[in-house]
């Protein structure tokens, strides 16, 4: 059997490239990293909405999803590394209209109040100085909706180095816990809207299978798969996943009127 069967068919617009599609253990470990991630908001319907911000965009693959899997309006992705930036324009240019990118600052973004529905985040905060300002700046800019993603402190394996793909700490400032992190939203003022957050993944399977050297049975991954579901369900052991996902309402009623315009922030 071949692994591509564990991977949907919307990978195809996640991993432009033909060369990676082809490779399959590549593909499935780049849908279970955005699966940990999306898994809840899907089942709370979090994703329903006209326009979305990706805070630290990189690749963009998940503007990717949220721009041809479910379809929202309007979709702009936001980097500091004008580079990435770049490539990530270029790979998108092919496609039709409604996805924007713009090289920008988490501290200090260029989006009107509540100008986009529903601000999303992976794996940023922990790379900032002030992540508290950070988050401040995405409860300003969000009409409704924010995700926030990153490591778990807690996590044993985010202390073991590159082989986990782990970034080397001198690119991190901060792991937070799940309690530190419900404090850092508490902090934001967010109003009246509710945070719910998940652990979530004790398998590094994106950057595990993206390794050449290591090629895993498509049955010992199912079976992978389903140890790292009934280790979640746990209520203390899950205190120890590799990612923590936020979900946070910020209680404000309807979406953002209409889709942001050009003219409201700087496009590269």
């Given at each position: 059997m071949?692994?591509?069967?564990?991977?949907?068919e919307?990978?195809?617009?996640?991993?432009?490239?033909?060369?990676d599609?082809?490779n399959?253990?590549?593909?499935?470990?780049?849908?279970?990293?955005?699966?940990?991630?999306?898994?809840?908001?899907?089942?709370?319907?979090?994703?329903?909405?006209?326009?979305?911000?990706d805070v630290?965009c990189?690749?963009?693959?998940?503007?990717a999803?949220?721009?041809?899997?479910?379809?929202?309006?309007?979709?702009?992705?936001v980097?500091?590394a004008?580079?990435?930036?770049?490539?990530?324009?270029?790979?998108?240019?092919?496609?039709?209209?409604?996805v924007?990118?713009l090289v920008?600052?988490?501290?200090n973004?260029?989006?009107?109040?509540?100008a986009?529905?529903?601000?999303?985040?992976?794996?940023?905060l922990?790379?900032?100085?002030?992540?508290?300002?950070?988050l401040?700046?995405?409860?300003?800019?969000?009409?409704?909706?924010?995700v926030?993603c990153?490591?778990?402190?807690?996590?044993?394996?985010?202390?073991?180095?590159?082989?986990?793909?782990?970034?080397?700490?001198?690119?991190?400032?901060?792991?937070?816990?799940?309690w530190?992190?419900?404090?850092?939203?508490?902090?934001?003022?967010?109003?009246?809207g509710?945070?719910?957050?998940?652990e979530?993944?004790?398998?590094?399977?994106?950057?595990l299978?993206?390794?050449?050297?290591?090629r895993?049975?498509?049955?010992f991954?199912?079976?992978l798969?389903?140890?790292?579901?009934?280790?979640?369900?746990f209520?203390?052991?899950?205190?120890?996943a590799?990612?923590l996902?936020?979900?946070?309402?910020?209680?404000?009623n309807?979406?953002?009127k209409?889709?942001p315009?050009?003219?409201?922030?700087?496009?590269?």
């Amino acid at each position: 059997m071949s692994t591509n069967r564990l991977a949907p068919e919307f990978m195809k617009y996640i991993i432009p490239s033909k060369k990676d599609m082809e490779n399959s253990h590549k593909s499935i470990g780049t849908w279970h990293h955005m699966m940990v991630r999306l898994e809840e908001g899907e089942k709370l319907n979090f994703f329903r909405v006209r326009s979305i911000a990706d805070v630290g965009c990189g690749s963009g693959r998940y503007l990717a999803y949220f721009k041809y899997v479910k379809n929202i309006d309007f979709c702009v992705g936001v980097d500091i590394a004008k580079k990435t930036i770049t490539a990530t324009a270029k790979n998108f240019q092919r496609k039709d209209r409604g996805v924007e990118f713009l090289v920008a600052d988490a501290h200090n973004l260029p989006f009107k109040n509540s100008a986009l529905d529903i601000i999303f985040s992976t794996e940023v905060l922990e790379h900032l100085s002030n992540p508290s300002l950070a988050l401040r700046e995405m409860v300003r800019v969000g009409k409704s909706k924010i995700v926030v993603c990153l490591p778990n402190r807690l996590c044993p394996y985010m202390y073991g180095g590159a082989w986990f793909g782990v970034h080397e700490r001198s690119f991190i400032k901060k792991y937070l816990t799940r309690w530190q992190l419900k404090k850092l939203f508490k902090q934001t003022k967010f109003g009246k809207g509710n945070i719910h957050i998940v652990e979530k993944s004790f398998l590094p399977l994106d950057w595990l299978l993206a390794r050449k050297e290591v090629r895993l049975p498509t049955r010992f991954i199912r079976i992978l798969l389903r140890i790292e579901k009934c280790l979640e369900s746990f209520p203390l052991i899950q205190h120890l996943a590799g990612v923590l996902v936020a979900y946070c309402t910020l209680g404000n009623n309807g979406t953002a009127k209409g889709i942001p315009s050009k003219a409201e922030f700087s496009l590269i």
